[in-house]
């Protein structure tokens, strides 16, 4: 079973910039899609970016032209670079790789945690 650890959480002001990363623990890693997801307080876990395995980013509206998503399959690393953030960004963010609706291919990780204070 495939392991996620996910890093590069943190407190950061409005307007700022993070960068995500998530190691998966195995090498065939780079055939499937992977995606971030964030779970805000008292809210659903939700899928903000994906990217295939051919390199094509999908973006939900609520971050697109704010967060880029990217991967290094050779590092078994997918990133996500966060910018402008606001607020309402505040979640725990996860990575995983996506199947279909809200079914996912591996077991969580434990998340890291983003902050954006106003």
């Known amino acids: 079973q495939v392991q996620l650890v996910e890093s590069g959480g943190g407190l950061v002001q409005a307007g700022g910039s993070l960068t995500l990363s998530c190691l998966a623990s195995?090498?065939?890693?780079?055939?499937?899609?992977m995606g971030w997801y964030r779970q805000a307080p008292g809210k659903q876990r939700v899928l903000v970016a994906n990217?295939?395995?051919?390199?094509?980013?999908y973006y939900a509206d609520s971050v697109k032209g704010r967060f880029t998503i990217s991967r290094d399959n050779a590092k078994n690393t997918v990133y996500l670079k966060m910018n402008s953030l606001k607020p309402e960004d505040t979640a725990v963010y996860y990575c995983?790789?996506?199947?279909?609706?809200?079914?996912?291919?591996?077991?969580w990780g434990q998340g890291t945690q983003v902050t954006v204070s106003s």
């Open positions: 195995k090498s065939y890693f780079g055939s499937n899609d």
């Open positions: 995983n790789s996506p199947v279909s609706g809200t079914l996912v291919r591996y077991n």
């Open positions: 990217i295939n395995s051919g390199g094509s980013p």
